[in-house]
């Protein structure tokens, strides 16, 4: 079994490979199932807009409470196992509130056994908001106290600390959706959202705001969880967007809606050993999911969560962060 100073000899070999654009795709395999998009066209123009991004963030994290800290010691990407809150949030355009998360995923990697996981909250979810002395609905904590509350009442939940969030509103998604020339899908379901209608079957090239109607529908089709199959899927096709990335012409106009959108507390250096890790990890990725019941409390629908489910869930996501 290679020792941890064997791996970081290898990782130092390989950085000397390092490709800032093509390892930047990589990443999304984790980040963009929250409607993130982060690209670059040189190192120094990936700098730049992380450090934007990190400035934003930093703004975001200052104007809430206090991230509770789980661990007792810090971890170092790369090298340890993390986590990261990945968060789509509904603003965006004429919206300039602090807004809600309406996607919340969970990823856990661990580079040392080569393992992922990628967990989805239902926006709705009953739970118990991190600094409110009452119980309500799980998108509410960002708004309420953006990414640290949100971090805070995900700990909470699955018993296991958050390392790291990224955020980017829906006006970003559509802007990054149609700087990549869209997205070839099939719909899995029939149903309108908006002004778009969706036809199982019937492929479609799809803008970034059908794309946005795609995925946001959640009163029919499949409710919440017909929500989740669908980001999975647009997920999916841009995954295969971005693998063929040499092939991209907009490089520039993503760099501005993603350094204008997006907010993340990761750093150039975190990025770059997520991207070194990614194709060992991804081969070896679980998807998970929270599972409830849906209610209508004082006339307010609410998903209440399976506490069996959510067990087990905690459970497994606590084993790929090596916690005892």
Partial sequence: MMNRRSRNRGRRRRRKRF????????????????????????????????????????????????????????????EDSISILIMGIDTGGERTDVGRSDIMIV????????????????????????????????????????????????????????????????DGFVRAIDALGGLTITPVMTFEQGEHQFVEGQTQIMDGEAVLDYVRNRYTAGGDYGRQERARQV???LFGKIQNFDTLTNVNELI??????????LTISD???????????????????LEGEGEMIDGVYYEILNESVVADVSQKLQENLGME
């Fill in 19 to 78: 490709n800032p654009l093509g390892c930047f795709f990589q990443i999304l395999l984790v980040l963009i199932l929250a409607g993130g998009l982060y690209v670059g066209y040189t190192y120094f123009t990936l700098r730049q807009s992380v450090q934007q991004i990190n400035n934003a963030a930093l703004q975001l994290h200052e104007s809430g409470p206090e991230r509770e800290e789980v661990r007792e010691e810090s971890v170092e990407v790369g």
């Fill in 107 to 170: 990823a856990t990697l661990n580079p040392n056994t080569d393992q992922a996981t990628i967990t989805s909250i239902p926006r709705d979810s009953y739970v118990e908001i991190s600094g409110v002395p009452s119980r309500d609905k799980i998108n509410h904590a960002y708004a309420f106290g953006g990414p640290n509350m949100a971090a805070n009442t995900v700990q909470n939940l699955l018993g296991i600390p958050i390392d790291y969030t990224f955020s980017m509103d829906m």
């Fill in 235 to 237: 997920a999916e096709a």
């Fill in 256 to 265: 501005t809606v993603f350094s204008e959108t997006v907010a993340t507390n």
């Fill in 271 to 289: 990025l770059q050993d997520i991207a070194l890790d990614s194709n060992e990890i991804f081969n070896n990725l679980e998807t998970l999911n």
